[in-house]
């Protein structure tokens, strides 16, 4: 265990985590909603801290990170926990995991994975992962700081829910992040997340008027958040808050964890993209068969394919090393 930041001192031994916006108050021995900050004699602790449930290479695409060193590979880290309560969990094995029921995780000091990093091959840098990064945000920042020392991209795939302060100082040492933006409705999150829209939508604000990479996920379930006029109002505010070169990753929902719905139709994934690029530059489709061009990156400019990916091949194509078109000079939005 590890010492968690952000916290207070309560009456009668009581804490406050400030980490997140669920803002738990945690009694002697008691655990907070994320099940893995723990208040053992008046301390917070991080239970997680050097528990790894998973640390593997693999193809940035993955994450998903579309415009986020392209054609590279990423050394993916997790843990277990999360701080959100969705019924549609598509990784429900880790993020419902507490110190009791996590067998497979193994001890990965910070510079045990620093080390696995740099020795992975064609690798841009560590994602933070599978789980909610942010609930394991001390392990999380302490490798960051180290990877960022040696030359290489930290990236966060993440709820995005986490209050201003701890999202700043992590901002100093992030390079990218995917945020699931898991619908543009209050009602939708506080029934089917146990959170809430606004620190969402106030996190996606911060990282993006700090030039960090973002992009952001939406996964489309039947019925609950697949309306056409919530789509769009969501569409309209990525586009005038974050930018229109903020990459969006239009993903079709499988049954899972206490969801019983049958899958997106792929027609109505292709008519949001449709919808989405009225207003965006890079809208791409996640968790389909091969779709006429729906995982390639097009010139803004002049419409012509500039990467083109094939599953997980990516051939970075018809950009110049400045980052330009080859065809029309645009300055495509990559890092
Ligand atoms: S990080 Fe966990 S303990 Fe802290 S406020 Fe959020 S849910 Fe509660």
């Given at each position: 265990m590890h010492e968690a930041q952000f916290y207070i001192s309560l009456e009668e031994n009581k804490l406050q985590c400030q980490l997140c916006p669920h803002v738990c108050i945690i009694g002697e021995n008691r655990r907070g909603k994320c099940n893995v900050r723990i208040n053992k004699s008046g301390k917070l602790y991080s239970e997680n801290y050097g528990k790894a449930t998973g640390m593997h290479c693999e193809p940035v695409e993955k994450k998903p990170l579309y415009n986020f060193y392209p054609g590279r590979k990423i050394f993916s880290l997790g843990s277990y926990g999360c701080n959100l309560d969705c019924s549609f969990c598509q990784n429900y094995h880790l993020s419902k995991a507490s110190y009791y029921s996590v067998i497979s995780a193994s001890n990965a000091s910070v510079n045990d994975v620093v080390d696995r990093v740099i020795n992975s091959p064609n690798s841009c840098g560590i994602s933070y992962t599978f789980n909610e990064p942010f609930v394991w945000y001390e392990y999380m920042i302490d490798i960051a700081v180290k990877v960022k020392e040696e030359g290489y991209a930290n990236a966060i795939v993440s709820n995005g829910y986490i209050n201003p302060k701890p999202l700043e100082k992590l901002l100093d040492v992030i390079d990218g992040f995917n945020i699931d933006l898991k619908s543009f409705t209050d009602d939708f999150y506080k029934k089917?997340?146990?959170?809430?829209l606004e620190p969402v939508k106030k996190t996606l604000k911060t990282i993006a008027k700090r030039n960090i990479h973002l992009e952001i996920a939406n996964l489309v379930i039947p019925g609950l958040n697949d309306d056409t006029k919530t789509f769009g109002d969501m569409i309209t505010w990525i586009s005038d808050e974050l930018g229109k070169d903020t990459p969006l990753h239009i993903n079709r929902y499988y049954p899972s964890y206490k969801m019983s719905i049958e899958p997106t139709p792929l027609e109505t994934i292709v008519e949001l993209r449709e919808t989405a690029l009225e207003k965006l530059n890079f809208v791409y489709c996640g968790n389909v068969p091969p779709l006429n061009g729906c995982s390639d990156t097009t010139c803004p400019g002049c419409s012509e394919t500039v990467i083109k990916r094939t599953g997980y091949k990516t051939l970075v194509d018809n950009i110049n090393k400045n980052g330009?078109?080859?065809?029309?000079d645009y300055k495509i939005a990559i890092c």
């Open positions: 089917y997340t146990g959170a809430s330009h078109c080859v065809h029309c």
